[in-house]
């Protein structure tokens, strides 16, 4: 999964471009910057790979969703039906806009259930964001096509699968846009920072002026401020020397990608000898970021003792359904609307009206389908000694 493995002279140097001009403002600085944009140019490469019209750098993923929310309008008033299976940036940013997350269930994708998608519209939905998880895509297609139909804008939260693509089209450029983060863990990194995608110009126009407190970005008589404002905006930019590390991880990809799949597939052919085990659906398997390897067992009791063999033989997997941070029932302060406002704002109108309650219990398929599935993220260098030492633990699991 990650591209801090592989940090190495490409990174360095163009590090070193960036010092050398002493500019690390995106933006101005004319001369000094000798011509040098770094986070320009990260745009311009990541748009061209993707295959996408247009690309805004921000400084983070969880600030990508939101910047993309907020240039498709959504606010208080509306709801955003997003997945319970993801991480709680993804509704964090539509809280934080003001907009009521609506979870579905997941289905054998691990991503968004379209039939219980079209359960979950109401007249007050304004955003569809299924996210690609575990680097492995959502059924984007169907999912694209109910919010067409609902005429219902699909945001598709692809911050764990970049390089990720169905029959060549990559994810992120199904939906109205694709947001993605380059943080400490992702596939390509940048240490902090995040990218929207869109063919859309005036969707693309949006986010960059409220990126960067409503600066529009053209020429303007007086420079940098010169220009009126159309809207208030913030400051989520992203920085020189994060565009320069970028640019070296995304000329560095499709390598991952490949070497991911190597380790993936020798796990994988391995994993099949455990009776009744079943691996996630994958759409279309060659485009597979492959960055996790996520399997299924007959049931609950079977999860558990082949995750106990595998833990007790040096090759413990992850059980989602006991993670914390990805999974709904598990979101405490969500359950609770904790929130440091004093009026309780977003889980409650100010005066005290509380506007949601979750319940627990709300995504019975999800909880079931985590609860027998095992999950391995798959690094790019695994060594030969560490693969057989899997493969080891992975044999007695089969007996388990
Ligand atoms: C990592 C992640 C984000 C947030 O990205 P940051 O860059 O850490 O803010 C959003 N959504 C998903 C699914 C993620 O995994």
Redesign the pocket.
């Known amino acids: 999964m990650p591209g801090f493995e592989i940090f190495g002279d490409e990174e360095k140097q163009q590090i070193l471009e960036v010092l050398d001009t002493g500019v690390l403002f995106r933006y101005e600085f004319g001369e000094q910057r000798r011509g040098i944009f770094k986070v320009k140019e990260f745009e311009e490469k990541f748009a061209a790979y993707t295959g996408a019209g247009y690309a805004q750098a921000v400084s983070?993923?969880?600030?990508?969703?939101k910047v993309a929310l907020k240039a498709l309008g959504v606010g208080p008033g509306d709801e955003v039906i997003t997945q319970g299976f993801?991480?709680v940036?993804?509704w964090e940013a539509i809280l934080d806009v003001g907009a009521i997350p609506v979870f579905t269930e997941i289905d054998e994708t691990l991503n968004m259930d379209p039939d219980d998608l079209k359960r979950k519209i109401t007249d007050k939905t304004s955003c569809i964001v299924p996210?690609h998880?575990l680097g492995t895509a959502a059924r984007i297609q169907e999912i694209v096509d109910i919010g067409d139909q609902a005429g219902i804008p699909v945001l598709e939260?692809t911050?764990?699968a970049a390089g990720g693509h169905i029959n060549g089209k990559f994810l992120g450029t199904f939906g109205k846009c694709g947001?993605f983060?380059?943080?400490s863990v992702?596939t390509i990194t940048t240490g902090?920072?995040?990218m929207i995608i869109s063919d859309d110009q005036k969707l693309y126009t949006e986010m960059s002026e409220y990126h960067d407190h409503g600066h529009d970005h053209a020429i303007n008589p007086g420079g940098r401020g010169g220009e009126g404002r159309s809207f208030i905006g913030f400051n989520y930019r992203m920085m020189e020397l994060q565009g320069a590390i970028g640019i070296a991880q995304l000329g560095k990809l499709g390598s991952m990608i490949a070497a991911q799949r190597n380790n993936k597939n020798r796990l994988k052919e391995c994993l099949s000898y455990i009776p009744a085990v079943r691996f996630r659906e994958l759409i279309d398997p060659a485009g597979d970021s492959a960055t996790f390897l996520s399997f299924t067992l007959e049931d609950s009791d079977h999860r558990r003792r082949v995750g106990r063999v595998l833990r007790e033989n040096g090759a413990p997997p992850i059980c989602w359904a006991e993670n914390t941070w990805h999974f709904y029932p598990k979101w405490e302060h969500l359950l609770a609307g904790s929130t440091q406002a004093r009026s309780g704002w977003p889980f409650a109108e100010p005066g005290g009206k509380r506007r949601v309650v979750y319940d627990p219990e709300a995504l019975p398929a999800s909880a079931d389908l985590l609860d027998r599935t095992l999950v391995y993220p798959i690094s790019i260098r695994m060594s030969e000694t560490r693969l057989q030492d899997m493969e080891d633990a992975i044999k007695k699991a089969a007996e388990a």
């Open positions: 983070s993923g969880t600030a990508a969703v993801t991480f940036a993804t996210v998880m939260d911050a764990q947001t983060s380059f943080d992702k902090e920072g995040g």
